[in-house]
């Protein structure tokens, strides 16, 4: 005779402040969107795939990646949602546009904001360029969006 086990949900919230190393690959690619404006992939000497955001690892043949290639900060969007529900960790008030865009030069997709267009008028397809903040700290968000590339 087997008991059926019912699943235990706990529905919690949880939100706090930590701190952590960014490890060695995502430091210098934190770094580089700080101090250079550059954005930096890996690219795969096995399979040449460059990977962005960079990471150490390929995910196809989980060779290492030690090469740094710099990608295009134009891209194209391969797609995108219109968010609503707020949440205490988003960016942005809603609505905003949380879009993956693939640069020039990567083989992968980059989830980012896209702003400065009309949600009716996104079409997956268009290019979009990456616009940096002015002052920047080493965080995903010196780059402040993307937006169309008329
Ligand atoms: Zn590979």
Known sequence: MSAELEPVVHSKTRLWKYRHYA???RSKFLA???????????KCPVCNRVY????PTCFVCFGQLYEWVEVSNKGTLVTYT????????YPLDTPFVY???RLDGADTGLA???????PEHLRIGMRLEA???EERQGSILD????????
Do not use: C, W
Not at 52 to 55: I, S
Not at 143 to 150: A, G, M, Q, T
């Open 23 to 25: 490890g060695p690959v």
């Open 32 to 42: 580089e969107l700080r101090d250079n404006k550059r954005i930096m992939g890996t």
């Open 52 to 55: 962005l955001p960079a990471r």
């Open 82 to 89: 219109v968010v609503h529900q707020k949440e205490p960790t």
């Open 99 to 101: 879009g993956i865009v």
């Open 112 to 118: 980012h904001i896209i702003s400065e267009v009309d």
């Open 131 to 133: 616009v940096f903040k």
């Open 143 to 150: 780059i402040k969006y993307f937006r169309p590339l008329y």
